[in-house]
């Protein structure tokens, strides 16, 4: 059976909600610092644990961000001429590069920290502990439903990852 072309109204409905996410998300975002750099840094920041001594490795960055090394590479360059992370080698194996955080990256990550921390504890409040739940195990659940199609889709060579 041939699957229409139009959509219904849940489906509009459903991608209208879903295409609001990216848009907030490029809407806002912190004076001079790009969404790559932010993803880099909060990569970064989470790999860390918030531990701004210790380092994380490049290999680890590209592995998490799903991006070339070379993009990494160019991230990282941006954030170290605009004094947010360094590189070092490691003194532990001299073949691999870690980044850590300048005191001025700190004070930018424990900021942006507090900021999501109070934007998270807003949502949680104005809907209610038991609807965020469910709402996180829908999320979950649309999650593993699209990836099964799509990775469905890359079997019959209709769609190819970015990534590879």
């Not at 609001?20 to 969404?35: D, K, M, N, W």
């Not at 994380?56 to 070379?70: F, K, N």
């Not at 889709?153 to 970015?162: A, D, I, T």
């Amino acid at each position: 059976m041939q699957r229409r072309i139009d959509l219904n109204q849940l489906e509009e409905e459903l991608l209208r909600t879903l295409h609001q996410f990216p848009r907030l998300r490029s809407e806002f975002s912190l004076p001079g610092i790009s969404r790559g750099k932010l993803m880099l840094m909060s990569v970064a920041w989470e790999i860390s644990q918030g531990d701004a001594s210790r380092g994380v490795r490049v290999s680890d960055l590209v592995a998490r961000l799903g991006i070339p090394a070379s993009g990494v590479s160019r991230l990282l360059k941006g954030l170290e001429e605009d004094g947010i992370l360094k590189r070092s080698l490691d003194p532990k194996d001299r073949r691999t590069t870690l980044v850590t955080f300048t005191e001025e990256g700190l004070d930018i990550m424990q900021k942006c920290t507090v900021m999501f921390g109070d934007m998270l504890d807003s949502i949680i409040t104005g809907m209610g502990e038991e609807k965020v739940k469910t709402l996180c195990s829908l999320l979950d659940e649309l999650y593993r439903l699209s990836d099964s199609v799509l990775r469905a889709q890359e079997k019959k060579g209709f769609l190819k990852r970015e990534t590879e």
